[in-house]
């Protein structure tokens, strides 16, 4: 795990908090005060992720912002499945500790994968949804004309790469070849690329064992171990599609293709806005961060 008191240069320097009331350490930003916004990350990064984020948006809201388990600052116990379904009750466990309500949620990759899950069990905690480069999965029912997110360019890499233990080799081994990653999923914001960044992104993975979490995120698709608990979740989509929900999509998303998400997020919410971000990648916290945050502080104010 990444020391508490490390600021990585300055560019982090949110006080950490933990909560064991997941069954282990799991590290969470809580800033300001007002309605929650809860900002989720996904594959293979934390809560630096929305280190842009954080001091505009906690301004006149409260934003907490996890680490889900296996990464960040929370701990990696190896004795756990790392599941959607996992993953989806740390969260539970967490907000059920701070008492969260009318949650406002943002969230990219996994993130908005797990806030949709989280949405259809609990509805009356959740207040609205900003989505980013993701899909709840619950929108394109009967849709066969979209491509499949298995042929997408990082499920290609995960399947080619199963069998002959190169997809393991690299996901065990994160802490040299996170940026590498990110790149194959989608990374086009370069720029801001420098030790500090590197630093910050390879710090949660130094050994084989603590890239469990890093490892475990894609194969939970690949190998379909999510299909039982979305199907459990059909009976709260009517709740889904009642809360207030927008979109930006990075249209150089290179694990979840573009179209797919459109079309995934209309099948819910028909009337939702959608902005396109044509040179932003799946990463688009990193690629359009001001611009992502004033599109959520605008979608607050008007829902």
């Known amino acids: 795990m990444i020391a508490p008191e490390e600021t990585f240069d300055g560019t982090f320097p ?11 350490r799991m590290h969470y930003v809580d800033e300001g005060v007002g309605e929650p916004i809860v900002c989720l990350h996904g594959e293979p990064t934390w809560a630096y992720l929305y280190r842009n984020f954080i001091p505009p948006l906690s301004a006149d809201h409260r934003v907490i912002v996890p680490d889900h388990m296996g990464f960040g600052r929370s701990e990696t ?18 907000f059920d500790e701070l008492g ?4 406002t949620f943002v969230g990219q990759d996994w ?20 989505l980013m480069n993701t899909l709840c999965g619950y929108g394109m029912a009967g849709r066969d004309d979209l491509p499949p997110i298995r042929e997408s360019r990082w ?6 790469g199963y069998e002959n233990g190169r997809t393991e080799a690299v996901l065990t081994n994160l802490g040299s070849t ?20 590197i630093r910050a992104f390879s710090a949660p993975f130094p050994t084989p064992e603590s890239c469990k979490g890093g490892l475990e995120f894609p194969l939970d698709v690949y190998l379909n ?25 990075g249209m150089r998303d290179h694990a979840i293709p573009p179209e797919t998400a459109i079309a995934d997020f209309k099948g819910l919410w028909p009337d939702g ?13 990193e690629d359009e961060p001001a611009t992502l945050v004033a599109l959520i502080q605008q979608f607050v104010q008007l829902t």
């Open 14 to 24: 949110f006080a950490p908090h933990f909560s064991e009331a997941p069954g282990f």
């Open 77 to 94: 116990p190896q004795d756990r499945e790392y599941t959607l379904r996992t993953h989806v009750e740390n969260l539970t466990a967490l």
């Open 100 to 103: 969260l309500t009318d949650i």
């Open 111 to 130: 993130g908005g994968v797990m806030a949709g899950a989280y949405t259809v069990r609990h509805p009356e905690r959740v207040k609205r949804l900003c």
């Open 155 to 160: 499920f290609r890499w995960i399947e080619e």
């Open 178 to 197: 996170v940026v590498s990653v990110m790149k194959i999923i989608g990374f086009e914001n370069t720029g801001v690329v420098d030790d500090t960044w």
């Open 225 to 249: 171990r999510i299909g039982e608990y979305m199907v459990e979740g059909f009976a709260g989509v009517e709740a889904l599609k009642a809360k207030p929900a927008m979109l930006a999509e």
């Open 273 to 285: 806005p959608v902005v396109e971000l044509p040179g932003a990648g799946h990463f688009c916290q």
